[in-house]
């Protein structure tokens, strides 16, 4: 399968903080939810895909292109959706527009017009002015306006209400339904990805964990509850996180045959959420 | 093609998809050379990831139940033998429930009917 984006062994490093080693890839025509704690390095990550960090060592392509030779090539094609305002704020939508639409060759009035039209946007007031939502969807009508074969979004769903939230989804599916199109987006409101990821990147403290599909995360992490004298050094190896209490364990497992095989129908196996493996790998941190 | 999603199934979506669709093939309410939406509409239509409708399609194609041809579709397939003997299979499961419901209403027990069986098979 075809990678829209593809990090290689990319390692950035700050004072304190770094991103290690990442080494990965989105898929083209799928939806790819990057998840993982505050301060994990999402946005760094996602900085560094948009060119706007430089990786101390490590590759980046994006379209099979690299940065050096083909800055405007690759972001004519990325439409970016950023946490926040990144415009002027006493500019309006129609001055935004005269300065935005210019830089793409692939700008197209009628879809701008559309959204505005859709989200219901005031072309004539302040962006200052706007509501958090507004905002939002101000940006994403300016990204989703020049026909972009990518979309890289950091932390849309962010201080959204629900009903904008599942409107923005449905606005996302709809996108997907052209095969060519790939979405790359970090939230930490994992029922968004339940809907529509088919990737999960889930990054932790500078390392990413894993880059599943759903299905495989599904198959291979559960929830585990049982007896705490089930337990012992053996049978441990089977979790990645243990919770005791005076009433039984509760476990995060990657191994779920490994479960099966070790307790058979002394425990109960339940789905895990993307927030409880998110919770039990940030448990297993705090022993190391 | 209606398809109903339960989510809080303890059946994964891909397979609550694909059986659907099966029983709609089965019952003939789809029939050879129907279209079937595209998987990227369907997962558009049904709030689900495409990869879960890719799944689904990936697995009833292997079970021969629908074929894809590259930017024309997916369509249903001819139906094998094995197939028809399961759709059959499925209305004669129907015919005996009701048989034994029948029998239940006036009491005859599943020895008798049993015998009423072998009686009928023989002549």
Redesign the interface.
Known sequence: MENVVELKNVTKKFKGFSVENIDLQVKKGFVTGFIGANGAGKSTTIKMIMNLLKPDTGEIKIFGLDYQTHEKEIKERIGFVYDGNVFFEGLNLKDIKRIVAPAYKHWDDTLFEQFVDQFELPLNKAIKTFSKGMQMKASLAIALSHHAELIIMDEPTAGLDPIFRRELLNLLQEFMVDGNRTIFFSTHITTDLDRIADYIAFLQRGELVFNQSIHDVAENYALVKGRVELLDRDTEKAFVHIHRAPTGFEALTNNVNAVNNTFGNSVVIERASLEDIMYYMKGRESYV | MQIIIFNSSKE?I?EQITNQIKSSILAGELKEGDVIP?M??L??DL??????TK?AYEELEKAGFIYSIVGKGSFVAEQNLEMIREKKLKVIEEQLSMVIANSREIGLSTEELQQLLNILSEE
């Not at chain 2, 709030?47 to 879960?52: A, D, E, L, P, Q």
């Open positions: 994964p891909y595209s990227r509409k997962a558009k709030h689900i990831s495409v990869i879960t799944r």
